[in-house]
């Protein structure tokens, strides 16, 4: 079964597991770019850097993460992630709750128009 993989203006992600209790993936967000300020109804996401730093927004607080360091997201928090260095940052999402749609992203800041 060949993985799902989607091109974003920040980079890209691959779908490594997606069944019905929990999606995977790997996302990799190029140097300067970062993720929209956004939120979820229906999941909870964990995020687990593997290459690179993170800038991470949840709500009004920042923190940086780097590789083996992790955070949570539970649902209805705003949040984003930023790549300030040079070289792409690589972390794993693992999502859980009742739907993992797309559809499930609601925006509130976005620098590529879809807010």
Excluded: C
Excluded at 2 to 11: D, S
Excluded at 20 to 42: C, D, F, M, N, Y
Excluded at 56 to 72: C, F, H, I, M, N
């Amino acid at each position: 079964m060949e993985r799902e993989i989607g091109h974003r203006p920040w980079g890209r992600y691959e779908v490594l597991l997606d069944d019905p209790q929990v999606k995977v993936k790997r996302i990799v967000v190029e140097s300067g770019a970062r993720l929209s300020l956004q939120r979820h109804h229906h999941r909870d996401e964990h995020w687990f850097v593997v290459a690179g730093r993170a800038t991470v927004t949840l709500d009004l607080e920042e923190r940086t993460l780097l590789p083996g360091e992790a955070v949570d997201i539970p649902r209805l928090t705003w949040h984003r992630v930023l790549n300030e260095g040079s070289a792409a940052l690589t972390f794993i999402e693992v999502q859980t709750g009742d739907s993992f749609s797309e559809e499930d992203i609601e925006r509130r800041e976005d620098d590529y128009g879809r807010a």
